[in-house]
Every structure is written in C-alpha cells, then in structure tokens.
C-alpha cells in the first residue's frame, strides 16, 4: 500500500525530466512532505487508540473526521 504522496512522487520521477532545476525541487518538496504525512499519519493512530477506540467509536471515519475537524459526507 502506498500513500499519496508516494505515487505523487512515483508520477513525477516517471514523468517530469529530472535533470531541470524545477523538477528535482519538486522531487525535494515531496520528500519532505513525505515525513510530514508520516508524522499525521503516526499522530491519528496514536489519537485513535488513545481517544476513539476507548470510547468505544468503532468508525476510524468518525474519528478522522473528529480529530481533523471534517464534516461527514
């Protein structure tokens, strides 16, 4: 399984030449965010353990939507 921000990646190292100065700060700006989704990702299963399944909130959309302040669809 891979997240987004993996397949974002994926995509611009197939698709945009990376011998140009744009691409490979591109390539550098995901990488980057790559750690940052790792750190929210970490943060809602800790949050989820800690506050939802406590609680008995079987529904991880339900937790998501409470801990990232969404609106169910």
């Not at 994926?10 to 945009?16: G, H, I, M």
């Not at 011998?19 to 550098?28: C, Q, S």
């Not at 800690?50 to 529904?59: G, I, P």
Request: hydrophobic residues 35%.
């Amino acid at each position: 399984m891979k997240t987004p921000m993996q397949e974002l990646l994926e995509w611009v190292r197939a698709t945009l030449p990376m011998d140009l100065d744009t691409p490979r700060l591109i390539e550098e700006k995901i990488e980057a965010m790559l750690e940052e989704e790792r750190e929210v990702m970490m943060e809602f299963a800790t949050d989820y353990e800690r506050e939802c399944r406590v609680n008995l909130e079987r529904s991880i959309r339900k937790c998501w939507d409470k801990i990232f302040k969404t609106k169910e669809k």
